[in-house]
């Protein structure tokens, strides 16, 4: 039973391992348009672009790994169309490639500004390209925009800072992230930005770039101009399902899956990573997660299935953000509850969040700089617990 996996990052690659670990010794074949050894995304916008950072990504695998792992692994091939019928995979490199089974693990692409593809100095961050570009133009950047204040934005602006660069962020809402965790917890992780001396503009757009080949300057929807010789565009993302078009799949915000991510309406075809918009086992209801970490556990529950396995729990959504020396960490679903208690800054490294359902239980928590609360909230929220057995201190 042959199993073809399209796309070699996070969710790809851990699919692949976790099928080797249960036992699975036919043919794995993992196709990846970069031309690069799989690597780990989160870096890109960490580690890569402060100031003395490392040059390369982190690699997913040792090269003794990848050898033990015995896949047929094609690198720098981009998947074109998918025939479910004949159950092949068409490739930009022109070959048809057969499968038994298929995991679609494509990820996602960076929205980009209109009419700024081939401009100079206009970024997004998705790829080790794109971060050694970024590396490269903070050198000599001196004014430096950012438009979108949420994680991907923020993390840029960090880094651009230990550069030494003037840093402007550009937010569309009043609050950044309030449509994820409310204006009140947004507020007092956007206050982290001008206590590093970055400047946050709430509340207004970007009408157009300034410039000929090269971008000089960002004019704002207000009539607002600011001087630019480094932008990075950070407004979110995109299922890469364009190849799928064709597929007759069911495609709307992703690829539709059942709750064990085999594609609806499908037999041995699988979705997984960001790509994948499942019937959430805990939730009760559909989710597409632009996650890490549900990259990794997307990976178990595709092995456990194909190998005839019980699949594992359900996990809580979780991410992280590290921003001028903080890590913050979100765990759980913010919009599925009430703000109940709210303690501390970013700055001070001591924020934590609560939001409680309507029965008074935990749905989600906010964290900063403190692993054992993280961990408490985490039980709390997969218990379906109340919040007020964490031992959390007075709202402030």
């Not at 500004?113 to 971060?131: C, I, K, Q, S, Y």
């Not at 992780?189 to 001008?194: G, I, K, Q």
């Not at 509340?203 to 600011?226: F, H, I, K, M, Q």
């Not at 950070?234 to 709307?252: C, N, Q, R």
Request: a negative charge; proline letters at 6%; aromatic letters at 4%.
């Amino acid at each position: 039973m042959s199993i073809l996996i399209v796309g070699a990052s996070v969710a790809g690659i851990r699919t692949a391992q976790a099928l080797r670990m249960r036992g699975f010794d036919e043919t794995i074949t993992l196709v990846g348009e970069e031309p690069h050894r799989p690597y780990d995304k989160p870096p890109l916008s960490k580690e890569m672009l402060v100031a003395g950072g490392p040059a390369a990504p982190v690699p997913l695998l040792t090269d003794d790994q990848l050898a033990d792992l015995g896949v047929d692994l094609r690198l720098g091939v981009r998947a074109t169309a998918l025939d479910v019928a004949a159950r092949r995979v068409s490739t930009g490199v022109g070959d048809s490639l057969p499968f038994e089974r298929l995991v679609i693990a494509t990820g996602v692409r960076p929205r980009r500004l209109p009419g700024t593809d081939r401009m100079a100095g206009v970024h997004t961050l998705r790829t080790v390209e794109d971060a050694v570009a970024l590396r490269n133009g903070l050198v000599t950047a001196r004014h430096v925009v950012v438009v979108g204040a949420g994680f991907i934005g923020a993390e840029f602006a960090a880094a651009a800072r230990s550069h030494g660069a003037s840093v402007t962020l550009v937010e569309a809402q009043d609050v950044p992230l309030a449509h994820i965790l409310g204006a009140e917890v947004g507020g007092r992780l956007a206050e982290v930005h001008a206590g590093a001396g970055n400047t946050l503009l709430t509340g207004v757009g970007v009408s157009r770039l300034v410039g000929e080949d090269r971008v000089t300057a960002v004019v704002l929807n207000d009539g607002r101009t600011l001087p630019a010789d480094l932008v990075v565009v950070g407004i979110g993302a995109s299922p890469a399902t364009g190849w799928l078009e064709s597929s007759g799949l069911p495609i709307a915000d992703g690829v539709d899956c059942e709750a064990d991510l085999r594609v609806v309406g499908t037999e041995g075809i699988y979705a997984a990573g960001d790509v994948a918009r499942r019937a959430h086992p805990f939730y009760g209801f559909d989710l597409r997660i632009e996650h890490w970490t549900n990259a990794n556990d997307h990976a178990g529950i595709i092995a456990a299935v194909v190998t005839g396995a019980v699949p594992p729990p359900a996990q809580i959504p979780y991410v992280w953000s590290d921003q001028y020396g903080h890590r913050i960490q979100i765990v759980g679903r913010p919009v599925l509850g009430d703000l109940e208690h709210l303690a501390g800054s970013v700055a001070g490294g001591d924020l934590v969040a609560a939001y409680t359902g309507p029965s008074g239980e935990l749905v989600a928590a906010v964290v900063v700089d403190d692993p054992r609360t993280l961990m408490k909230c985490r039980k709390a929220i997969a218990g379906r617990r109340s919040w007020t057995g964490l031992g959390l201190v007075a709202s402030t």
